[in-house]
């Protein structure tokens, strides 16, 4: 066994320099030891205590403000954390480290135009370092370009696609072996795979060489969940699956049959279950002169949606009421354009709902139901956190997933189960007036954004809590540990 830095060696390690700070209690290297002591140990307050005391002495040091920053955004704090990092890139401004870790947040937000300005200065001070080129190729892609995120991936995994995370467990972990796809699309696995009882080893599948054996694991997650962004990486990860006797979560070969498109066109039919009509279509000819004749022909009528494939959170994506809105569609990033019949979500009194299941090892649990004024509905734009009443739907929802869905709706969800046919995954729906199930869009990729501290959302913590005792039975039961 290689050794790893358990959570018994942090102990001792803490221990260790808790007397030597009782000798020394000015220093400040052992000041900050500590504090990342406290911080791998996930020992939030105490952390924090000494990040403070650290900054009281030192204002500007670049070790306390951009540790600081890293676990106050582990705990959810964006905006401290943009604080922590932009203070680390004034004082700093040539550690690559600061503007990275600052761009990364900053494209987590939807920030990419100044994200990548710190990409490329990270880069003019590092020409190779690794986590500006993925950060850039992450940005890039966002803003439409490619040729150019290709150009970056290729030098951030091409000798790269490899990387063995920190295992902060005690005892022998469950070796997980992690499938990426460089193209994003990725589940978000941080809050399902704890790395105090799994030790992760990440491989991106388009840089894999296959001549280069697999490491040692106990299971394969494959995170890889778009498929119509990642169908490069599936087809990889199909063949990396092949070479393994381990048990497969999500098997690339299932995932690859959830695009857009093909997921409509498998669900269309089954009873109780309304999916859109859609179309992917040359942009050039729909944004110019003919293209609402295009669209008519493919039996589109006004109003539906737009988007452009391969973006998500409602970026590149809008409601054409008329010929004249297409052509704001021009401006989206791609050559195709994706068309999608508009499915009436409204309620009794006008609001749009939008209701979220999580499909964990076959089995559906309720997550969130929210409701807005808008057509473009999602759980952190909706209107939920003002509206006590909205509160009250979606709790009911969470409470009794059978009866605000009904008989007719259940059933319907459970044919969807059946012909997704993965592991970890969700639906995102709406019931119509008859019971029916409205399909919006059904993949591995729905996130589950933590909840926040605030009281308001106590209603939601059982469910949370339900889902991840799921994925943590799931993997459990299926891991097979190889033989001696």
Same mark, same amino acid.
């Not at 996130?447 to 059982?462: A, F, G, I």
């Given at each position: 066994?290689?050794?790893?830095?358990?959570?018994?060696?942090?102990?001792?390690?803490?221990?260790?320099?808790?007397?030597?700070?009782?000798?020394?209690?000015?220093?400040?290297?052992?000041?900050?030891?500590?504090?990342?002591?406290?911080?791998?140990?996930?020992?939030?307050?105490?952390?924090?205590?000494?990040?403070?005391?650290?900054?009281?002495?030192?204002?500007?040091?670049?070790?306390?403000?951009?540790?600081?920053?890293?676990?106050?955004?582990?705990?959810?704090?964006?905006?401290?954390?943009?604080?922590?990092?932009?203070?680390?890139?004034?004082?700093?401004?040539?550690?690559?480290?600061?503007?990275?870790?600052?761009?990364?947040?900053?494209?987590?937000?939807?920030?990419?135009?100044?994200?990548?300005?710190?990409?490329?200065?990270?880069?003019?001070?590092?020409?190779?370092?690794?986590?500006?080129?993925?950060?850039?190729?992450?940005?890039?892609?966002?803003?439409?370009?490619?040729?150019?995120?290709?150009?970056?991936?290729?030098?951030?995994?091409?000798?790269?696609?490899?990387?063995?995370?920190?295992?902060?467990?005690?005892?022998?972990?469950?070796?997980?072996?992690?499938?990426?796809?460089?193209?994003?699309?990725?589940?978000?696995?941080?809050?399902?795979?704890?790395?105090?009882?799994?030790?992760?080893?990440?491989?991106?599948?388009?840089?894999?060489?296959?001549?280069?054996?697999?490491?040692?694991?106990?299971?394969?997650?494959?995170?890889?969940?778009?498929?119509?962004?990642?169908?490069?990486?599936?087809?990889?990860?199909?063949?990396?699956?092949?070479?393994?006797?381990?048990?497969?979560?999500?098997?690339?070969?299932?995932?690859?049959?959830?695009?857009?498109?093909?997921?409509?066109?498998?669900?269309?039919?089954?009873?109780?279950?309304?999916?859109?009509?859609?179309?992917?279509?040359?942009?050039?000819?729909?944004?110019?002169?003919?293209?609402?004749?295009?669209?008519?022909?493919?039996?589109?009528?006004?109003?539906?949606?737009?988007?452009?494939?391969?973006?998500?959170?409602?970026?590149?994506?809008?409601?054409?009421?008329?010929? &004249? $809105? #297409?052509?704001?569609?021009?401006?989206?990033?791609?050559? @195709?354009? /994706?068309?999608?019949?508009?499915?009436?979500? =409204? *309620?009794?009194?006008?609001?749009?709902?939008?209701?979220?299941?999580?499909?964990?090892?076959?089995?559906?649990?309720?997550?969130?139901?929210?409701?807005?004024?808008?057509?473009?509905?999602?759980?952190?734009?909706?209107?939920?956190?003002?509206?006590?009443?909205?509160?009250?739907?979606?709790?009911?929802?969470?409470?009794?997933?059978?009866?605000?869905?009904?008989?007719?709706?259940? &059933? $319907? #969800?459970?044919?969807?189960?059946?012909?997704?046919?993965? @592991?970890? /995954?969700?639906?995102?729906?709406?019931?119509? =007036? *008859?019971?029916?199930?409205?399909?919006?869009?059904?993949?591995?990729?729905?996130?589950?954004?933590?909840?926040?501290?605030?009281?308001?959302?106590?209603?939601?913590?059982?469910?949370?809590?339900?889902?991840?005792?799921?994925?943590?039975?799931?993997?459990?039961?299926?891991?097979?540990?190889?033989?001696?």
């Amino acid at each position: 066994m290689t050794d790893r830095p358990t959570a018994t060696s942090r102990r001792l390690r803490l221990a260790e320099v808790e007397r030597a700070l009782a000798q020394d209690p000015e220093s400040a290297d052992l000041l900050f030891a500590r504090a990342g002591l406290f911080r791998e140990d996930d020992r939030f307050e105490e952390a924090k205590r000494d990040y403070f005391e650290l900054l009281r002495r030192t204002p500007t040091d670049f070790g306390a403000l951009n540790d600081f920053g890293t676990l106050v955004l582990d705990a959810g704090y964006k905006s401290a954390a943009r604080s922590l990092f932009g203070a680390a890139v004034q004082h700093h401004p040539d550690n690559p480290r600061g503007r990275i870790n600052l761009a990364n947040l900053l494209l987590a937000v939807g920030e990419f135009d100044e994200a990548r300005s710190h990409f490329e200065a990270a880069l003019r001070v590092d020409p190779d370092h690794v986590h500006a080129h993925r950060g850039l190729g992450n940005v890039l892609a966002e803003l439409g370009d490619a040729v150019g995120a290709r150009k970056h991936r290729d030098k951030a995994f091409a000798n790269n696609f490899l990387t063995a995370l920190p295992y902060r467990g005690d005892g022998d972990p469950v070796s997980v072996l992690l499938l990426v796809s460089a193209a994003g699309g990725n589940i978000p696995v941080r809050s399902i795979l704890d790395n105090r009882q799994f030790q992760i080893t990440s491989l991106v599948a388009e840089y894999a060489d296959p001549a280069v054996a697999l490491p040692p694991h106990d299971l394969v997650f494959n995170s890889i969940g778009d498929a119509d962004l990642c169908r490069e990486g599936l087809e990889v990860a199909e063949a990396i699956v092949g070479r393994t006797d381990r048990p497969v979560i999500n098997h690339p070969r299932a995932v690859l049959k959830t695009g857009r498109s093909a997921n409509a066109e498998r669900l269309r039919g089954l009873p109780n279950v309304v999916v859109p009509r859609m179309a992917t279509l040359p942009k050039r000819s729909l944004t110019g002169p003919d293209g609402a004749a295009i669209a008519a022909e493919r039996g589109f009528a006004f109003p539906f949606l737009v988007r452009a494939p391969g973006f998500h959170t409602g970026r590149h994506f809008i409601r054409v009421e008329n010929p &004249a $809105a #297409l052509a704001a569609a021009a401006e989206f990033p791609g050559d @195709d354009l /994706c068309l999608i019949e508009e499915l009436d979500a =409204r *309620d009794g009194d006008g609001f749009f709902r939008k209701l979220r299941v999580m499909i964990i090892d076959r089995k559906i649990y309720p997550l969130h139901l929210a409701i807005s004024r808008r057509w473009k509905v999602h759980y952190f734009r909706a209107d939920m956190a003002a509206s006590a009443d909205n509160r009250a739907h979606d709790a009911a929802f969470l409470s009794d997933m059978a009866g605000v869905v009904g008989a007719r709706g259940m &059933a $319907a #969800l459970e044919r969807i189960n059946t012909a997704l046919d993965l @592991d970890y /995954c969700g639906v995102d729906f709406a019931v119509s =007036r *008859d019971g029916d199930i409205l399909v919006f869009e059904a993949n591995a990729t729905m996130v589950m954004v933590p909840l926040s501290d605030d009281p308001k959302w106590d209603y939601r913590r059982p469910a949370f809590d339900n889902v991840f005792a799921g994925v943590r039975r799931m993997l459990t039961n299926r891991v097979q540990k190889p033989p001696c």
